[in-house]
């Protein structure tokens, strides 16, 4: 079975625990209903990365606390670009599916839908 990648990425105002977890549950349940077909039994693995700004959680436990428990999750900054997004939480799912490439839905919220206006999910 083929594995195809969905991109994400959201922001958040201040490095707060409760925000970063809060957003990153949302950017994960909205990339849920984004592709209903997607199950956490089905996710091969999961990267997040954060802009240096933000220390103060992981959002891989934002998927904890959504019940992902057996899928490999894994954190990492992410490069300082500059002039990049502040307060970003970005996210790589790997999904066993045999849907093609084109018709996986890739989700950016918030301040994060300038990364990828083309992507950014307004109707969910």
Same mark, same amino acid.
């Given at each position: 079975?083929?594995? /195809?990648? #969905?991109?994400? +990425? ?11 977890? $809060? +957003? ?6 909205? #990339?849920?209903? +984004?592709?209903?077909? %997607? !199950? &956490? ?12 700004? *933000? ?6 436990? $934002?998927?904890?606390? *959504?019940?992902?428990? !057996?899928?490999?999750?894994?954190? $990492?900054?992410? #490069? ?8 970003? #939480?970005?996210?790589? %799912? ?5 849907? &093609?490439?084109? $018709?996986?839905?890739?989700?950016? %919220? /918030?301040?994060?839908? /300038? %990364? /990828? ?8």
């Amino acid at each position: 079975m083929p594995i /195809r990648g #969905i991109r994400g +990425a959201t922001a958040v105002d201040s490095d707060l625990p409760d925000q970063v977890l $809060a +957003a990153s549950a949302e950017l994960l349940q909205t #990339i849920l209903r +984004a592709n209903p077909t %997607l !199950q &956490p039994e089905d996710i091969a693995s999961v990267l997040f990365t954060v802009t240096a700004d *933000l220390t103060s959680a992981y959002p891989a436990k $934002a998927a904890r606390d *959504l019940g992902w428990t !057996q899928v490999p999750l894994m954190c $990492a900054l992410e #490069i300082p670009v500059p002039d990049s997004l502040p307060h970003c #939480i970005r996210v790589l %799912l790997h999904w066993n599916t045999p849907l &093609p490439q084109s $018709a996986i839905r890739h989700v950016y %919220l /918030r301040t994060a839908a /300038r %990364l /990828r206006p083309d992507l950014s999910m307004t109707d969910l």
